[in-house]
C-alpha cells in the first residue's frame, strides 16, 4: 500500500490495511483439509461453500484482502453456492495464494495488438503493462472463470499461479480436466494478463467480466 508517513490520516489506513493483511494470511489450519496437492514449499487447499463457517470467514477475510490489494472494486461472484476457492499454504503457515473460480457459460476472446518492435522481455513487459487490452464482442463457450487469481508480493514468479490453476483444471468438475480454451479471467490486471498470456500460450485467451461489456456470463 502506498501512504505518506507524515500524514496521519494516512497512517491510520496503513496500519489498518497492514493489520488486516497480517491476520488475513495466518493459517493456523484445520483439522479437515481437502488437499489437492502438496509441494516441498507448501500445499493447495480447496473451500467449497458448504465448509464448516471457520473455513468460509478465512475465505471471506483473504478475498476482501485480495480485494483491497488488487485496488479496486471486483465484479461480484456469479453464484456463490457454486465457487470454488484454492488456497496456496506455505510452509510457514501463511496463505500466500488464492483463486477463487466460478461457473459461468461464455468468455470473449482477447484481441492481440500487434507489438511494436520490441527487441527485450523488459521492454514486453513495459509494454503489456502499458496498454489497455480489448476483448471481442463474439461471446464463445467456456465452463470456468476465474474471479480472482493472486499471489503474495514476495512469493511470485515461484509457479505459484501456475500449480492453483493446473489444480483448479483437474478439480473444478469432478472426474474432467479442464482445457485451457474452457476457462476465461475475470477483467484481467497488467500482472493478470503477462500471467495468463504465458499460461494459456497465447495472448488471445478468453475473459469475461470485463467493464462495459454485455456482461452476459
Ligand atoms: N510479469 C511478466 N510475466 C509474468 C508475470 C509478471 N508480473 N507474472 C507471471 N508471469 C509469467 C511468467 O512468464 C511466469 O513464468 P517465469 O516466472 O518462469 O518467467 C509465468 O507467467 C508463470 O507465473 P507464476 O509464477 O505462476 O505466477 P505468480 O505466482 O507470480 O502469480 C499473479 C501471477 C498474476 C497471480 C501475481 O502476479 C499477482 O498476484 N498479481 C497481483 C494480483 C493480480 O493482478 N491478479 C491477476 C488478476 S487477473
Known sequence: ?????????????????????????????????????????????????EDPKYAL??????????????????????CYSRTKTLLFISNDKKVVGCLIAEHIQWGYRVIEEKHPVIRSE???????????WCCSTLPEPAICGISRIWVFSMMRRKKIASRMIECLRSNFIYGSY????????????????????????TGQFLVYNFINGQNST
Open 1 to 49: 500500500m502506498l501512504y505518506t508517513a507524515s500524514n496521519p490520516e494516512d497512517e491510520t489506513q496503513h496500519l489498518l490495511f497492514h493489520n488486516q493483511f497480517i491476520s488475513a494470511v495466518k493459517y493456523v489450519g484445520w483439522k479437515k483439509e481437502r488437499i489437492l496437492a502438496e509441494y516441498p514449499d507448501g500445499r493447495i487447499i480447496m473451500v467449497l461453500p
Open 57 to 78: 470467514k478465512k475465505v471471506d477475510e483473504i478475498r476482501e484482502m485480495v480485494d483491497n490489494d488488487l485496488g479496486f472494486q471486483q465484479a461480484p461472484l456469479m
Open 122 to 132: 523488459e521492454e514486453k513487459v513495459r509494454f503489456e503493462r502499458q496498454k489497455a
Open 178 to 201: 479442464l482445457s485451457k480454451e474452457e476457462i476465461a479471467f475475470s477483467d484481467p490486471t497488467p500482472d493478470g494478463k503477462l500471467f495468463a498470456t504465458q499460461y494459456c500460450g
